[in-house]
């Protein structure tokens, strides 16, 4: 099969248009991954993953004295896997996107979450 040289460029070139609006669009996906029914007392799931090394979403909001669940997407790679929140006492190795942290948020407030060395780091808002 022969094919044009002209016919691939412009195959090519189509090809690159696409990946560059796929990146464009994802870029104006929205800063939150919560899922779960407020006031309900349902889990608060959290999916969080990681972009230019670091945590993406950067900032999660949830709601006070209602379980939250995280967990890390298989773009989180390294040690930003090592997961922490300090004031919730929330430390550990999350080694696939199966596992996860939970713990109930008693306090109101905007707390750090972090990897393990602080390389990686983002807002929990407690609301
Ligand atoms: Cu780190």
């Known amino acids: 099969m022969i094919i044009k040289k002209t016919t691939l460029y412009l195959a090519l070139t189509l090809i690159l248009i696409i990946v560059a609006g796929?990146?464009?669009?994802?870029?104006?996906?929205?800063?939150?991954?919560?899922t779960g029914n407020a006031?309900?007392?349902?889990?608060?799931?959290?999916?969080?993953?990681?972009?230019?090394?670091?945590?993406y979403p950067n900032t999660i909001k949830v709601n006070?004295?209602?379980?939250?669940?995280?967990?890390?997407?298989?773009?989180?790679?390294?040690c930003l896997r090592s997961f922490t929140i300090?004031?919730?006492?929330?430390?550990?190795?999350?080694?696939?996107?199966?596992?996860?942290?939970?713990?109930?948020?008693?306090?109101?407030?905007?707390f750090r979450f972090a990897c393990s060395m602080g390389m990686g780091t983002g807002t929990l808002v407690v609301e």
């Open 64 to 78: 006070a004295n209602q379980p939250v669940r995280i967990s890390l997407d298989s773009s989180v790679t390294g």
């Open 22 to 34: 796929f990146f464009l669009l994802s870029k104006g996906s929205p800063a939150q991954n919560v």
């Open 39 to 55: 006031g309900s007392g349902s889990v608060q799931k959290v999916v969080i993953g990681m972009k230019n090394l670091n945590y």
């Open 86 to 110: 300090r004031d919730f006492g929330i430390a550990k190795y999350l080694k696939t996107p199966d596992d996860y942290v939970e713990f109930t948020p008693t306090k109101k407030g905007t």
